[in-house]
Structure formats: structure tokens, C-alpha cells
């Protein structure tokens, strides 16, 4: 688990407007567990006519992907992975993307609930199957967001249960 300076999990006023503001939003978990939520104003791909971003949108998605002209901003978050099939989850490579966060009613719930100074947790379980997706040779992953609040019971969302093939294309890659 990589080292996180406790002050950087704590959400500001403006994390809390850029996440209510993302088009699409990102989890992630890298192989050194680090993990974060990178909200996302998408670009056009097209240099000969570039999205204009405005200056509140530039201070709240304050990073720029060179490739696409998105904008972005990172929050990081606390991750727990578990499998339930077992296997090693140390080193597994996690990521989700919620595509048009603006019309998915259950993000629009945690943007209207969040609040400055929660903490962002993020629960992966691989292998969450049964034997309708066995007998057909596919596997079942889930994330789920975890609002933890003045050390109160957290809330928790899940964000999406995706099942496919259990390969590259899997939530998560133990």
C-alpha cells in the first residue's frame, strides 16, 4: 500500500464542484495500490478546433491530457481489493470508467450527498460470481465508492458490476 499524506484524502470545495461538474470520471488502482478518482472534462481530439474551456473549468480541472485536450483533476482515495475466488491482490491493476456521469442518476446522487472534508474510499471484489456466469465461462467484477464522514458509519455506492471474459478487459487484473 503506498503512502498517502492524510490531508490530500480529504475532499475541498472545489473537488467537491469538479465532481459534480465531470463528464466522465475514472477509478483507478495501480500496481502499487495507489488509487485516486480522476474527474474528467472531455476534449475533442481535433487540434484544428480545441474545446474552450472556461476559467472556472480550467481551476477546477486544473491538469490537461496532451492527447485528447481532456482536462482533468485527480482526487485520491483510500482502495481495498478483495478476490473472492482468492489469488494475490497486492499487485492487481484496477480501472473503471463511468462514461456520461451527467446523466447517470446514481452519480448524480453521491455528487448531491458528497461534502467538503469527506474521504473517498474505493472497494474492488473480483470474482463476485454465481452460475449463470460460470457455466458460461464469464466473471463478474465490482467497485464500489465508500463516503467516509467524521469516522460515522460510511456510505457506500455501488458505482458498476461489469461481466465479461475474465482477461485484459476485466475490472480488475490480479
Not at 45 to 64: C, E, G, M, V
Not at 119 to 132: A, E, P
Request: hydrophobic share 35%; aromatic share 6%; charged share 25%.
Amino acid at each position: 500500500m503506498s503512502l498517502v499524506d492524510e490531508k490530500e484524502l480529504f475532499l475541498t470545495t472545489d473537488d467537491i464542484a469538479a465532481l459534480r461538474a465531470a463528464e466522465s470520471v475514472q477509478f483507478c488502482r495501480d500496481y502499487d495500490g495507489a488509487s485516486c478518482v480522476k474527474l474528467i472534462l472531455s476534449g475533442t481530439w481535433d487540434t484544428s478546433a480545441p474545446r474552450i474551456y472556461t476559467a472556472r473549468q480550467q481551476r477546477l480541472f486544473p491538469h490537461t491530457s496532451t492527447m485528447s485536450g481532456d482536462r482533468y483533476r485527480k482526487l485520491t482515495a483510500r482502495s481495498s481489493i478483495q478476490s473472492v475466488l482468492g489469488g494475490a491482490t497486492e499487485h492487481a491493476r484496477c480501472d473503471h470508467t463511468l462514461r456520461r456521469a451527467q446523466d447517470n442518476d446514481e452519480w448524480q446522487t453521491i455528487a448531491r450527498i458528497i461534502k467538503p472534508g469527506d474521504v473517498i474510499g474505493l472497494r474492488w471484489r473480483s470474482g463476485n460470481d454465481y452460475q449463470l456466469i460460470t457455466d458460461v465461462g464469464l466473471h463478474r467484477d465490482e467497485l464500489r465508492m465508500v463516503l467516509h464522514r467524521d469516522n460515522n458509519n460510511p456510505r457506500v455506492f455501488l458505482i458498476d458490476a461489469v461481466v465479461c471474459a475474465n482477461d485484459t478487459a476485466s475490472m480488475i487484473r490480479l
